[in-house]
């Protein structure tokens, strides 16, 4: 198709994010109209690339569409649970297909991951309307929001994005309005995560905000003083809404402790440990789990990628899509370690915070979102990205 060129291609990829920001769902019940323009734009938007960087993704993706699913057809696991596994699957290793997309067209592609983010932020302070102006009540009682969309990864993206953004505008003199613009973006994000008392998202937040600020102060002690001082006053102007918040947070803490992440490890374990076919090649896509993180219910997913790959592929099945998945991301960190500090690492952190709580502590890897982190990673080890002509600097 002549006119299906990359930068037309790029577009439909965006045009399907937004879609799936504005009208879908991190892992919606049916398939709706949205779900399916989303489908359609992404396949307009693949590239099928055979290099020698790529051969052993095409092998894992082969490995994982026919073995797994294999195992699946011979323990007579349900249909439906089968193609609810081999769908987030194929979202760890849409890098194949849309790898190019992130590093030819960074700036383009970050704003639009960033957008999901902050629409999800948006639709979910909306479901929360009627509690929103009262912070002692955020959290409490059965969630607003039945698709737990502030869950997901490109929340806490957006969030760390914007202010890893504001700050980069703010410190190039000329843009500071603009940058303190960008940066008050990530309150809908942070606040979204508060009203589902998010403490993981909230904490990386935190832990993000600090990391940035010794960094900038250790090389540009200057503009450490500066956000220091800002950051204590608007610590100040929202001490009378974050205090609520955190007393949540500690309240759930102790209530919930670890939500029961160690017992579920263990029941997955005890599966795992019943004969070598199990241990080397799982309960195949669809595997079932009586799960004590919530309530001993028989579900098809854990909170953690790494055990649900363990549970429901295998050692061998885990070890392989965990390589595929993270050695684009491991790759880019060595690159960016290697430099001096400066805003791809920045950009990188806001991506590594919501890789690691998907991969351990929550179940938001099964999403299109966490793919599209995934591809954040792509954007740096071959090409800088202040080089690229696309470039966000």
Same mark, same amino acid.
């Given at each position: 198709?002549k006119?299906?060129t990359?930068s037309? /291609?790029s577009?439909?990829?965006?045009?399907?994010?937004i879609v799936y920001?504005?009208?879908?769902?991190?892992?919606?019940?049916?398939?709706?109209?949205?779900?399916?323009?989303?489908?359609?734009?992404?396949?307009?938007?693949?590239r099928?690339?055979?290099?020698?960087?790529?051969?052993?993704s095409?092998?894992?993706?082969g490995?994982?569409?026919?073995?797994?699913?294999?195992v699946?057809?011979?323990n007579?696991?349900?249909?439906?649970d089968?193609i609810?596994?081999?769908?987030?699957?194929f979202?760890?290793?849409?890098?194949?297909?849309l790898?190019?997309?992130?590093l030819?067209?960074? /700036?383009?592609f970050?704003?639009c991951?960033?957008g999901?983010?902050i629409?999800?932020?948006?639709?979910?302070i909306?479901?929360?309307? /009627?509690?929103?102006?009262t912070?002692?009540?955020?959290? +409490?009682?059965?969630? %607003?929001?039945?698709?737990y969309?502030?869950?997901?990864?490109?929340?806490?993206?957006?969030?760390?994005?914007?202010?890893?953004?504001?700050?980069?505008?703010?410190?190039r003199g000329?843009?500071w309005? =603009?940058g303190?613009?960008?940066?008050?973006?990530?309150?809908?994000?942070?606040?979204?995560?508060?009203?589902?008392t998010?403490?993981?998202g909230?904490?990386a937040?935190?832990?993000y905000?600090l990391?940035?600020?010794?960094?900038?102060?250790?090389?540009?002690? =200057?503009?450490?003083m500066?956000f220091?001082?800002?950051?204590? %006053?608007?610590?100040?102007?929202?001490?009378?809404?974050f !205090?609520?918040?955190?007393?949540?947070?500690?309240?759930?803490?102790?209530?919930?402790?670890?939500?029961?992440?160690? +017992?579920?490890?263990?029941?997955?374990?005890?599966?795992?440990?019943?004969?070598?076919?199990?241990?080397?090649?799982?309960?195949g #896509?669809?595997?079932r789990? !009586?799960?004590?993180?919530v309530?001993?219910l028989?579900?098809?997913y854990?909170?953690?990628?790494?055990?649900?790959l363990?549970?429901?592929? @295998?050692?061998? @099945?885990?070890?392989?899509?965990?390589?595929?998945c993270? #050695?684009?991301?491991?790759r880019?960190?060595?690159?960016q370690?290697? /430099?001096?500090?400066?805003?791809d690492?920045?950009i990188?952190?806001a991506a590594?915070?919501?890789?690691l709580?998907?991969?351990?502590?929550y %179940?938001?890897? =099964?999403s299109?979102?966490?793919?599209?982190?995934?591809?954040v990673f792509?954007?740096?080890?071959?090409?800088?990205l !202040?080089?690229?002509?696309q470039?966000?600097?």
């Amino acid at each position: 198709m002549k006119y299906l060129t990359p930068s037309v /291609q790029s577009y439909c990829l965006c045009l399907a994010m937004i879609v799936y920001g504005v009208f879908s769902s991190p892992t919606p019940d049916t398939i709706g109209l949205p779900e399916i323009v989303v489908a359609i734009l992404l396949s307009l938007s693949f590239r099928l690339i055979f290099e020698s960087n790529t051969i052993f993704s095409w092998a894992v993706l082969g490995y994982g569409l026919s073995i797994p699913t294999l195992v699946a057809m011979i323990n007579g696991n349900v249909p439906s649970d089968i193609i609810r596994d081999i769908v987030p699957f194929f979202y760890l290793m849409m890098s194949i297909f849309l790898g190019w997309v992130a590093l030819t067209y960074p /700036q383009r592609f970050l704003i639009c991951l960033a957008g999901i983010g902050i629409m999800f932020s948006v639709r979910t302070i909306f479901a929360y309307q /009627q509690i929103l102006l009262t912070p002692a009540l955020w959290g +409490q009682g059965p969630p %607003a929001d039945l698709l737990y969309l502030a869950n997901s990864p490109e929340v806490l993206f957006s969030a760390l994005y914007c202010i890893a953004e504001g700050g980069r505008n703010m410190m190039r003199g000329d843009r500071w309005l =603009k940058g303190i613009l960008i940066a008050m973006l990530s309150i809908l994000p942070i606040i979204a995560m508060a009203l589902m008392t998010q403490r993981a998202g909230v904490g990386a937040v935190m832990i993000y905000i600090l990391i940035a600020v010794c960094l900038i102060t250790y090389h540009r002690p =200057k503009w450490g003083m500066i956000f220091g001082l800002l950051l204590l %006053a608007a610590g100040v102007v929202v001490w009378p809404v974050f !205090e609520p918040v955190l007393f949540l947070l500690r309240q759930k803490t102790e209530i919930v402790g670890l939500n029961a992440r160690t +017992q579920e490890w263990s029941a997955v374990l005890t599966i795992l440990s019943d004969g070598w076919g199990n241990l080397l090649f799982g309960e195949g #896509w669809g595997g079932r789990i !009586e799960n004590p993180a919530v309530g001993g219910l028989n579900v098809n997913y854990t909170h953690s990628l790494v055990s649900s790959l363990l549970l429901k592929t @295998g050692l061998v @099945g885990a070890v392989a899509i965990l390589t595929a998945c993270l #050695w684009p991301v491991f790759r880019a960190l060595k690159g960016q370690l290697a /430099q001096k500090p400066r805003f791809d690492l920045a950009i990188l952190g806001a991506a590594l915070f919501p890789l690691l709580i998907s991969v351990f502590l929550y %179940a938001s890897y =099964k999403s299109l979102g966490f793919g599209l982190i995934l591809l954040v990673f792509f954007i740096f080890p071959i090409r800088k990205l !202040e080089k690229n002509t696309q470039s966000v600097r």
